[in-house]
């Protein structure tokens, strides 16, 4: 069964940080890239960090680049996004998706991330 199952979100103040964490089918997807998105109210979903297979590349988008930390630890079919420096305009829903790198066809049900100013 396909499945990606994020956790971890919350609410925080500005300048604060929070860990995503997205478990995954290890079957499935420990030999794909593994991304990011987000989707905040009235705006379209968009690219916010991804890794690949064996966690040796890494890629970011350049709004959150510095801030947040794209790792991923396969003995334990897990994901992470850690969060430093929030922003308000962080708050989004945020997904885990797998698949290719910017180009995943499998996605999470997403986790509240909500960052108070």
């Known amino acids: 069964q396909v499945q990606l199952v994020e956790s971890g979100g919350g609410l925080v103040q500005a300048g604060g940080s929070l860990r995503l964490s997205c478990t995954y089918s290890?079957?499935?997807?420990?030999?794909?890239?593994m991304n990011w998105f987000r989707q905040a109210p009235g705006k379209e979903r968009e690219f916010v960090a991804a890794?690949?297979?064996?966690?040796?590349?890494?890629s970011y988008a350049d709004s959150v680049k510095e801030r947040f930390t794209i790792s991923r630890e396969n003995a334990a079919n897990t994901v992470y996004l850690q969060m430093n420096s929030l922003k308000p305009e962080d708050t989004a829903v945020y997904y885990c998706?797998?698949?290719?790198?910017?180009?995943?066809?499998?996605w999470g049900q997403g986790t509240q991330v909500t960052v108070s100013s």
């Open positions: 998706a797998a698949g290719r790198i910017r180009l995943p066809n499998y």
């Open positions: 290890q079957r499935t997807f420990s030999m794909s890239a």
């Open positions: 890794i690949n297979w064996n966690g040796d590349s890494t």
